[in-house]
């Protein structure tokens, strides 16, 4: 499974944006407000899943099925951005481990 499959089941933009802004040279601002947009969006599904999951343990939920959906988007959205890190954690450490 690629990230950008992964990227579009958890509702996540701007993967194809990372590709282009990297070839344009503008790459260092756009990929930092990429990646906060995305970390504002997974804040924001992780605080909606939690306020779904207290009214669910309420009895104030109805659609179970929503919030399982969403729940997975979130954790599909999570994974994701882990793996970007880590990909970018080892980008850094390749770079470093370079000589001069």
Request: charged share 20%; proline share 0%.
């Amino acid at each position: 499974m690629s990230i950008e499959s992964i990227a579009r089941a958890a509702g996540i933009g701007g993967i194809q944006e990372l590709r282009l802004d990297a070839l344009t040279g503008s790459a260092q601002s756009n990929v930092y407000e990429t990646l906060t947009q995305n970390l504002e969006q997974l804040n924001t599904g992780m605080v909606d899943g939690q306020g779904a999951l207290r009214e669910l343990a309420q009895g104030d939920m109805d659609n179970l099925h929503q919030l399982i959906i969403g729940m997975e988007r979130t954790r599909l959205g999570f994974d994701l951005l882990m793996s970007v890190r880590n990909r970018l954690l080892e980008a850094y450490q390749e770079i470093m481990r370079m000589q001069v």
